[in-house]
């Protein structure tokens, strides 16, 4: 029997406050590969100058909670096997995987491919986006993860690519949040401890797929799904990412270190172990494209 696969465009920016989230969204959808998989947009709102207000230490909280609501509601009134998500921020992942451990009745395994937990709220960051682990296990922010209906199981888990902070990192990384006040509630370290949530750093997920494979195996997960946010790269080698901003350093947290080739062998390689039934791109930043486009908006002749 044929699956139903979706594909899902989500070019929300409001989770990491940053609009060019919109444009690296809608460009991620492009650059896939055509075929015949039904692709939906999420009426997200259009960024037009005004602040968004912090309600409660999220940022556009009221926009992120209906473009959720959105999202699930499109998702659900087409009962799809497969949702792939093109995002935006990482907090697009939060309807579709919710949905689809509903369609799996509480089982799917869920590998978070990720440079940064998104488990914990930021004290003085307030960012959405920071929090759509948490929200999916039923942590996170109270007023989203009650729209989880069958939170993920924390054994379910695996967190792969995580970048541990340098000491010169650790030390301007440090500094920054001092500067503007910002701190955690509870570590990521430690709720993934607290919830005894398998992980691989970085290094060992460049290494070897082998830990990840064996927590498939031991945990007999049959549907997979996938989050790669496209910040566990290296942005020395793939540069339309938030950390690679021309002339403008990123010093709130570390940057990726996986390579281009090792993100693509990972995911050949789960696809190979089990059945991924989602798969979700986040947080693409495409500086030169970004830039030629604001460019050639300016031009006169291209306007008139």
């Known amino acids: 029997m044929t699956k139903k696969t979706l594909r899902v465009l989500m070019p929300q920016w409001q989770g990491g406050y940053n609009p060019n989230y919109t444009f690296g969204a809608e460009l991620l959808a492009w650059l896939a590969p ?124 695996f967190i792969a690519g995580l970048s541990e902070p340098t000491p010169e990192e650790g030390a301007v990384i440090g500094e920054a949040f001092e500067r503007l006040g910002i701190s955690m509630k509870e570590t990521d370290t430690a709720m993934i401890q607290r919830l005894g949530i398998r992980t691989a750093d970085a290094q060992e997920t460049a290494k070897s797929t082998e830990s990840i494979k064996a927590w498939i195996r031991e945990s007999g997960i049959k549907h997979l799904a996938i989050h790669v946010d496209l910040d566990v790269l290296d942005p020395r080698e793939f540069r339309s990412l938030l950390f690679a901003k021309p002339n403008e350093p990123y010093t709130y947290s570390p940057p990726g270190r996986l390579k281009f080739a090792r993100l693509a062998e990972l995911l050949r390689e789960l696809s190979e172990e089990t059945d991924v039934v989602g798969l979700g791109f986040t947080e693409h930043t495409p500086w030169d494209a970004i830039n030629l486009k604001n460019m050639l908006a300016q031009i006169p002749i291209l306007n008139g």
Not at 79 to 104: H, I, S
Not at 107 to 126: C, F, K, P, R, T
Not at 138 to 153: I, T, Y
Request: aromatic letters at 6%; one cysteine or more; charged letters at 30%.
């Open 34 to 157: 055509e075929n015949d998989q039904p692709l939906v947009r999420v009426p997200v709102r259009e960024d037009d100058g005004v602040p968004l207000a912090n309600d409660n230490g999220v940022y556009g909280r009221k926009e992120l909670l209906e473009q959720l609501d959105a999202a699930d509601h499109l998702i659900r009134a087409h009962q799809p096997d497969r949702v792939v998500m093109f995002g935006g921020d990482c907090l697009v992942e939060q309807a579709p995987f919710a949905y689809l451990n509903e369609r799996y009745e509480g089982e799917m395994g869920l590998i978070w491919i990720d440079a940064h937990s998104d488990l914990v709220q930021i004290d003085g960051y307030d960012r959405g986006h920071t929090l759509p682990l948490g929200n999916l296990l039923g942590e996170g922010d109270a007023e989203f993860a009650k729209r989880v209906k069958m939170p993920l199981k924390p054994e379910n888990v």
